[in-house]
């Protein structure tokens, strides 16, 4: 009751709705029906069977809060494009660990919000999801976002247009406003504009930061945060003291050495798992780390073939285990595997599957409905 206080408080307030009533086993069991038009798929490859569930029998397009889901993943279900600019091009739901969907495919992205100690990604037990819009020029318009715990208890309203998350919790802008969040999604401060006396300045150096990630926009040093540059000189940046909310300002070599001696600094260069030595099969061999899960170690290797086109990718997990089931074709983005909170997603332009790390048993699948005609 103290968190929904707070959020309340915050003017971004948790949303409750009254739920659509579930099956009555209370979670329905029987074949995922996510919302497509199967008609596109007449005179075509009928695709892998689907498997998972429904929480709710009727279509559920936002978050109903309870305190039984456990803790929920994002998994794709409509497929917008299958080119540029987009992550992956798809809207995501949430569901289960155990394949159960909560909602539909709402969310044009649902993050863990994270940081970098070292090179090591931590992330806390919190949901970003981003308003879903059926057009594949979302990204390069303006994204709003809410926060959720990660159970699904709680959820903010859609009224923050941009973040940035450290050791200490998030920032979180909207276009009057910055909060700063805890961990827990405690609000620990709300400043407007007005009270940090941002210059037109600073204000256009952070707006900059918050839609291109340019400049030291958003690093995070200890207990402030830096807003980016004073003005186009770029010799100075406006920090905010979190704990007492004052703005400071401080030359940027200054800033720049505080940041470097600080453990949070993210460290360059690629991380290499002790179990897959490079070798001259492979251009590189990325770690991937799952943000959904507080695993210490990264949990699967993307590694790129040398001679194999571009974009041909192998996967292994990080103790070099391959995953020969779940290489991608060449030159083909969309074909990806990733760790999600436990499972592998694994995508291609019309199937979302996802597979448990430990049994590579299918939990969850659900085809796209994406026309390429």
């Keep these: 009751m103290l968190l929904a206080a707070v959020l309340l408080l915050s003017g ?219 003005d186009e000189t770029d010799e100075e940046v406006s920090l905010i003291h979190l704990p007492t909310g004052q703005k400071e300002i401080m030359a940027r070599a200054a800033w720049t050495r505080m940041v470097r001696s600080s453990a949070n600094e993210i460290q360059s260069g690629i991380e290499q798992s002790p179990f897959f030595p490079m070798s001259d099969e492979y251009i590189e061999a990325i770690c991937l780390w799952d943000s959904f899960s507080d695993s210490e170690a990264p949990t699967l290797i993307s590694a790129l073939q040398r001679d194999a086109g571009s974009g041909h990718r192998e996967y292994f997990l990080y103790d070099g285990t391959p995953l020969p089931q779940f290489a991608t074709k060449p030159g083909i983005w969309y074909d990806t595997a990733s760790p999600v909170g436990g499972l592998i997603e694994v995508l291609d332009l019309n199937v979302a599957s996802y597979y448990d790390i430990k049994t590579m048993d299918c939990v969850f699948r659900t085809y796209l409905g994406y026309d390429t005609d």
């Design 12 to 230: 971004c307030v948790a949303t409750v709705e009254q739920p659509p009533p579930p099956s009555e086993s209370g979670i329905y069991s029987g074949e995922l029906a996510v919302h497509v038009d199967w008609s596109k798929l007449e005179g075509r490859r009928k695709p892998l069977p689907p498997v998972g569930g429904r929480w709710y029998d009727s279509y559920t397009g936002q978050l109903i809060l309870r305190d039984d889901y456990g803790p929920l993943l994002p998994y794709a279900g409509l497929r917008l494009t299958d080119g540029w600019p987009a992550t992956s091009g798809c809207l995501y739901g949430l569901m289960t660990k155990d394949g159960v969907a909560v909602t539909d495919p709402v969310y044009s992205n649902v993050i863990s919000p994270g940081y970098y100690v070292g090179m090591k990604q931590k992330s806390h037990p919190l949901l970003a999801l981003c308003v879903g819009e059926e057009s594949n020029e979302e990204r390069l318009g303006r994204s709003i976002w809410a926060i959720a715990a990660r159970d699904g208890s709680w959820c903010t309203e859609f009224c923050y247009n941009g973040m940035r998350a450290g050791m200490n919790g998030l920032v979180l802008f909207e276009d009057d406003r910055i909060t700063h969040m805890s961990p827990a999604g405690e609000i620990l401060g709300i400043w407007t504009m007005a009270d940090l006396m941002l210059t037109e300045g600073e204000l256009y150096s952070m707006h900059l930061g918050l839609r291109w990630g340019e400049g030291s926009f958003g690093q995070w040093c200890g207990d402030y945060f830096c807003l980016g540059s004073t």
